[in-house]
């Protein structure tokens, strides 16, 4: 059995430094006849591994009714992956966000005497448990460690309510769940970097803009784990009566690069969007009316229909750096804070013990050259 630890510079499995350059590529989202398809396009384009959430109100539409066949088989989805040599990061929730239906959680929660969601209430535990006892042994034969692919499995997602009494007991008992299932490897977490961190678990950074401050601050505050971009975002879902939202290719390259420039590892979301087919689209919380359309394009590198995209080609040059250097990037630090000036090009440095990196980005300003 494999032994999947991780120290400040990146996760190890027996040892062996793994440098992970992923990308959220969902089986809810995607015909099952073309999982392959998909997951073979993320690996051309230079990724190592996938990323993946369960949602809970796809597996068990009716209480108690459960379907983790056909089309709702996560299993061989993994499986495929496994099979073209991407590790999986696992996002089993109970809420996952994601852009989806109720966060995942399913309606007939709402009939429930008592329940009070994402807390430690007896109602909502009782459930969920009984969600995790139901989906999560079976992948916990998958994982690193037994001899399959999964290498990381997340708690919970953007969990940033800070004055919950109960936040931590509830937080630590999804966590307790995931061992008892069966997990023994490292837990991240996604909470915007709130206060107080989930004890033994890995804290990430999401975002688009901002997110090499937010790696910076992430350093400063656990020192002893690698520096994970787990939603490094490509683009942002369209709403019903809003026009389609795009993101230049070269910003996502570049956002990337520099994640690369803070001794970071990334995860885009998405890679693939894909489809929310039937009512599963959800509704952004920013805007009472903004509910989401049924495209799940997101302006991602694998656009919804599977074609290939400027974005895909510009990522996968820095895919392929991240994935053929990540031997020498996970033995770097990053002791210096960089430079940047206004709109001048910003300087991040690494050091290792095979010698040093320099990465130099012009912050996206076209005026600014940089070689």
Known sequence: MANVTYDDRSILVDGQRIWLVSGS?????IPSALWRD???????GGLNC?????AWNYHEVAEGRWETTGEKDIGSFIRIAADLGLYVILRPGPFIGADWDFGGLPAWL??????????????????????????????????????????????????DQTVMPDRLSYLG??????RRSGFDIPIITSNDLSSPPLPESIETVVGQGGIVPALKRLQLRQSGAPKLAS??????????????????PAETARRAMEVLGC???????????GTNFGFWAGR?????????????DLDAPIAEGGGLTEKYYLTRLVNLLALHMGQFLSDCRSPWAGSTIHDSPSVSDLCGPNGSWVIVSNNGCLDVQTA
């Open 25 to 29: 590529v969902q089986y809810f989202r």
């Open 38 to 44: 998909a997951l073979l396009k993320a690996k051309r």
């Open 50 to 54: 996938i990323s993946t959430c369960i």
């Open 110 to 159: 709402t009939t429930k005497a008592g329940m009070t969601y994402r807390t430690n209430s007896a109602a909502y535990m009782h459930y969920f448990d009984k969600y995790f006892r139901q989906i999560l042994p079976p992948l916990a034969e998958l994982q690193v460690t037994r001899g399959g692919n999964i290498i990381l499995i997340q708690n919970e997602n953007e969990y």
């Open 173 to 178: 008992f999804i966590s307790q769940l995931f």
């Open 231 to 248: 939603e490094l975002r490509t683009g942002s879902p369209d709403v019903w009566g809003g026009e389609h939202r795009v993101s230049p």
């Open 263 to 273: 001794g970071g590892q990334f995860n885009y979301y998405v890679y693939h969007g």
């Open 284 to 296: 952004l919380g920013n805007s009472q009316p903004a509910y989401q359309v049924t495209s799940y």
